[in-house]
Each structure stands twice: as C-alpha cells, then as structure tokens.
C-alpha cells in the first residue's frame, strides 16, 4: 500500500475514507494559509457587513466565498475528497476582485470622496483583496502539488505584495486610532521588512536558505497571532467592556483581522522552501 510521501501524488483506501494526499507537504502549508486567511475574511467581513445591515444583497458574496474557502483548503490540507478545489478559489478570488469594486464604489460616491474620512470610515477598499489572495493560494497550492516549476518565485512575489497590501490596511486603521497604543506601530514596522525581503528572494529566484527571511517571518506570524489578543484588549477597553459586547465587537479593533499577518507568513515560508526545491 502506498504511504504518504512515497508518491508524487498516492491515493489509497482508510475504511471508507479516499485519501488523496498532496504532492509536496509545502502544498499542505499553502492549504493551511488560504484557509486561516479565508477564516480571517469570514468573521472580519461577517462583523462588517453586520454593521452595514447587509443593505446590499451582494454583501453576503464574501461569507459564502469565504466559508466555501475555508472548507475547500481544509479538505485540500488533509488530502480529503476529490482532489484540489479549482473552481472554489477562483470563485474566491473573483468576488474579492469584485469586492474591491464596490468598496471603491462606496467610497467615491460619498461626499468628499478621496477623502481621509472616507478612507477611515467607509467600507474598506482594501478588505476585499484578501478574500483574493486566499482564492491564489489556494489555487497556488493545487499547482505546487502537481510539479509546477517556478512556483517558489511566483507565491514569494504574490506574498511580498500580500504583506504590503495588509501593512498597508493595518497602517490606515492605526492611524485611525491616533496609535495611541505603542504596540500599534509593530504591524507596520516589523512586517514590512518582511514583505521587502520576500520581493528579495523572487527577484533573486537563488535556492538559498534565507535564514533571515525564514526568521523574519516567523516573527511576522507571531505579529498575527499577538494582535488578537491586543484587539481583545482593546474590545474590552470600550465602553462597557465584554458586557457590551454586541456594540463593542462591531465598533471596536477588528479581532478577526490580525491573523492575516500569520497566514501570509506560513504562505512566505512555503513560498521560499518551493523555490529552494525548484533550483
């Protein structure tokens, strides 16, 4: 019987369960971050479109695609079902495309438009391409597991630039908050090194360790996961605390957003582990 591993790609019997496991343990890892990201999007967007009272049908759009992500990557991940998911990531990505439409849309159609008003208190215009990037990885992870060349490079440019965009969303927020919390400026100090030595290693495309690289997104990852529990704190600073939590969970830090960061990073690192095995 095939074990896994043995095989590019193996496909044997447990009872009644097929397996059929991924080509390369970094197309698991690729799996794991377009389902923590697609997490991340469903209750971030869930709180968000809460708020706007779903006024707009098509603001149910990124939950489906969302929810529809996370399981798809999940089954992917643990080599369950038929095999890679194509039409659910790309479906994902299309609405997070789609949603970056309407968010502009919203912004410019108010009074001021291009303003810092409007970038602070309307819809999000950059939420959206993270819905996106959970559909490419997902669809990144299902090429790595059938052999693509060149892989590495490609998902170390698509995550330097994923990074960039979420410093980016992070900063805008922060901002917002007058970073009145010193803590605030790690998002957008620490990972933005991270994002340049991931454009780094595309460029070069060399099969280096990168050990800095490695190190640096890891501390990324750390970022994603201790800015949750700094969001709690900060939910729980708001009027009222955890006993107003209806008001404080849509008004307050979003606590589903940070780990974006982690899962961008556990993207960086199987990124550049495929381009150290496609030299």
Do not use: C
């Not at 052999?147 to 805008?172: C, M, P």
Request: aromatic fraction near 8%; charged fraction near 15%.
């Amino acid at each position: 019987m095939a074990t896994p591993g043995s095989l590019r790609r193996s496909e044997y019997r447990m009872g009644e369960i097929v397996v059929d496991w991924p080509a390369r343990p970094q197309a698991r890892g690729l799996y794991a971050a377009a389902g923590l990201l697609a997490l991340s999007v469903l209750l971030d967007s869930a709180v968000e479109h809460y708020r706007g009272e779903f006024r707009n049908p098509a603001m149910s759009a990124p939950l489906v695609a969302s929810a529809a992500t996370l399981g798809a990557a999940a089954l992917d991940a643990a080599g369950r079902g038929g095999g890679p998911r194509r039409a659910v990531y790309a479906a994902a990505a299309a609405v997070g495309v789609a949603g970056l439409g309407f968010h502009a849309f919203n912004i410019l159609k108010r009074p001021g438009k291009l303003s810092w008003a409007n970038a602070f208190y309307a819809a999000p215009v950059g939420a959206p391409a993270a819905l996106s990037l959970a559909g490419l990885l997902g669809l990144a992870a299902g090429a790595a597991r059938r052999g693509w060349r060149g892989a590495g490079r490609k998902l170390s440019a698509l995550v330097a630039a994923g990074l960039a965009g979420t410093v980016g969303e992070a900063g805008l927020l922060h901002f917002r908050g007058s970073f009145q919390n010193p803590f605030m400026w790690v998002p957008v100090s620490l990972p933005p090194v991270g994002a340049a030595l991931m454009a780094r290693a595309a460029a070069q495309g060399d099969p280096r360790r990168h050990p800095l690289t490695r190190a640096w997104l890891g501390v990324t990852a750390a970022i994603g996961l201790a800015g949750v529990g700094f969001h709690i704190f900060g939910v729980s600073r708001a009027m009222g605390g955890w006993r107003n939590w209806s008001q404080n969970l849509i008004d307050g830090p979003p606590i589903p957003a940070p780990p974006a960061f982690t899962a961008l990073a556990i993207a960086g690192l199987a990124a550049l582990t495929l381009q150290e095995a496609d030299a």
